[in-house]
């Protein structure tokens, strides 16, 4: 059930990777097994160039404006942005939480800074999420290989420059593997600063 | 092969372009 791939159209500028947008929402009471997040998550549209890019993205809500339980998840064509993915069962993500009202912003740089390839770190990223949640809200960006530490220094370094974190920020990593084992994506993680 | 780049100044300026609307 792989859709199309889609291709830059005539004048505009093609990004590395194509690219897909995805959202899911789910009610906070129901546990979430793999199989119930699977059917609350929905594929919006994929992207192969920079221009098909802001015309998708522009029509989507500000994920600042969603309410309750939901995410965006932009990843790679072909990549579902579940840890079980082959792309994703040995790698892991970076997670920075944000006070409300910061979403919408550092979303957008987020996700520039990814299709525009600022990372810098070969095939290593798969895709980034932002989740919003009752009292904060999360940015994550996910990577292929968590135990590479060259791949996910480079990545929380460039986060820092992309996001213009101060340097006190806390950053914290948790690799798939342990969310899988303990059924959440944010508790439990490796604080950074 | 060649990683296209583009920097998130480029990136808002094509943000206005027709071919994005």
């Given at each position: 059930?792989r859709r199309?791939?889609?291709s830059?159209g ?42 098909q ?12 404006d ?6 965006f998840?932009?990843?790679?064509e ?10 994703n ?8 939480r944000?006070r ?33 949640r ?41 690799t ?11 508790r439990?993680?490796k604080?950074?600063? | 092969?060649?990683?296209?780049i ?9 943000r206005?372009s027709?071919?994005?609307?």
């Amino acid at each position: 059930n792989r859709r199309k791939m889609v291709s830059p159209g005539v004048g505009e500028h093609p990004l590395q990777y194509n690219y897909t947008f995805w959202y899911s929402r789910r009610t906070p009471s129901r546990p979430a097994s793999s199989q119930s997040y699977e059917q609350n998550i929905r594929q919006i549209g994929s992207v192969a160039s920079v221009e098909q890019f802001w015309r998708l993205y522009s029509h989507l809500v500000r994920p600042g404006d969603l309410s309750g339980h939901s995410d965006f998840h932009l990843f790679k064509e072909g990549i579902k942005p579940m840890w079980e993915d082959d792309s994703n069962r040995n790698g892991g993500k970076w997670i920075i939480r944000l006070r409300k009202g910061l979403a919408s912003r550092f979303w957008e740089n987020i996700i520039l800074a990814m299709v525009g390839e600022q990372f810098m770190v070969g095939e290593e990223i798969c895709g980034a999420v932002v989740s919003i949640r009752f009292q904060e809200d999360i940015l994550s960006i996910w990577n292929r290989t968590s135990n590479d530490q060259t791949t996910t220094s480079r990545i929380r370094d460039t986060l820092r420059r992309v996001l213009n974190l101060p340097t006190n920020t806390i950053m914290e990593y948790k690799t798939h593997n342990d969310s899988l084992r303990d059924n959440s994506s944010f508790r439990n993680t490796k604080i950074s600063l | 092969g060649t990683r296209i780049i583009y920097d998130r100044k480029f990136l808002l300026g094509c943000r206005s372009s027709p071919l994005a609307k």
